[in-house]
């Protein structure tokens, strides 16, 4: 049986008011979406930072639901930050089957839709469908399926140009109790997921962006001068983007006040610039 999970689709960060991570965001450089308003019961809104291939997304929550209690609970217990993996596949219903064949959980079936802003005026519509994983099988944050019925509206021209020189999606660094166990378990969830030996941890290939588990202490050491203490307990500490020019990005900072610290990659952000997530940059 195939797998049916090919790569990573996008990642978000859960934040506590959007219109302060939308202005956190563009000082870091990024083009950002106008904000995009769900259902009354999801009682969510985002704002979505584009790449050709990829992209992340802010999510926050704008009224009190009783379908969004679990995301309000986690923002109120620890704090915003990069807490879900959405992966990519193609008919996610399909997918969950095929995945219940293979003993990976799957759960949850929805689909739903927002309202979006064009360029030429007027109003679009983008839908998806998604399916969770299991929370068993997903040993850091959330991790779920996405399916585009419209990536015309989701991948518009005009947001995929930023200031920064940002191209995509570079991975995702969690330090879990157990990196080598978490490894493991994520790579379950990737046609592509194998698991690989790094200095003080364990990266896991997707078929895109690699995820990276590693000891507090290798994160220490990696993100030395960077305060990661209020990044939350069971999500992912730092999010990678791929850049054309470190030195564009070092510019853009500079001009945006925003301080920057050498890592062996490239340069990262403090999460008390960018949501509760630090922000590494690589050039690529």
């Not at 019961?41 to 930072?49: L, V």
Request: charged share 20%.
């Amino acid at each position: 049986m195939s797998h049916p999970v090919v790569g990573i689709d996008h990642c978000y960060l859960l934040v506590e008011d959007l219109d302060r991570s939308l202005a956190q965001f563009q000082k870091l450089g990024f083009t950002l979406s106008p904000r995009g308003l769900h259902s009354a019961a999801m009682g969510s809104a985002n704002h979505t930072i584009m790449f050709p291939q990829d992209y992340f997304e802010l999510l926050g929550m704008v009224a009190p639901t009783e379908e969004n209690a679990g995301k309000r609970e986690l923002l109120r217990r620890d704090g915003e930050g990069l807490y879900a993996i959405a992966c990519r596949a193609g008919d996610v219903s399909e997918a969950g089957k095929k995945l219940g064949e293979l003993g990976i959980g799957t759960n949850g079936l929805r689909s739903f839709e927002r309202p979006v802003p064009l360029p030429g005026g007027g109003e679009g519509i983008a839908a998806f469908s998604v399916l969770q994983f299991d929370q068993k099988e997903v040993p850091v944050g959330m991790a779920f399926m996405c399916q585009h019925h419209t990536p015309e509206t989701v991948w518009l021209p005009e947001l995929l140009a930023h200031r920064n020189g940002a191209k995509g999606l570079a991975g995702a660094v969690a330090a879990p109790a157990d990196p080598e166990q978490a490894a493991r378990s994520y790579a379950r969830l990737f046609a592509a997921g194998k698991v690989t030996e790094v200095e003080g941890g364990w990266q896991v290939s997707t078929g895109s962006a690699p995820l990276t588990f590693v000891s507090r202490q290798t994160m220490d050491q990696r993100y030395e001068g960077v305060d990661l203490s209020a990044t939350p307990k069971n999500a992912f500490a730092v999010l990678q983007i791929a850049v054309d020019d470190l030195d564009k990005v070092r510019r853009v900072l500079d001009e945006e006040n925003v301080p920057a610290f050498p890592t062996g990659l490239g340069i990262v952000v403090a999460p008390a610039y960018a949501s509760g997530a630090g922000i590494e940059f690589i050039e690529s």
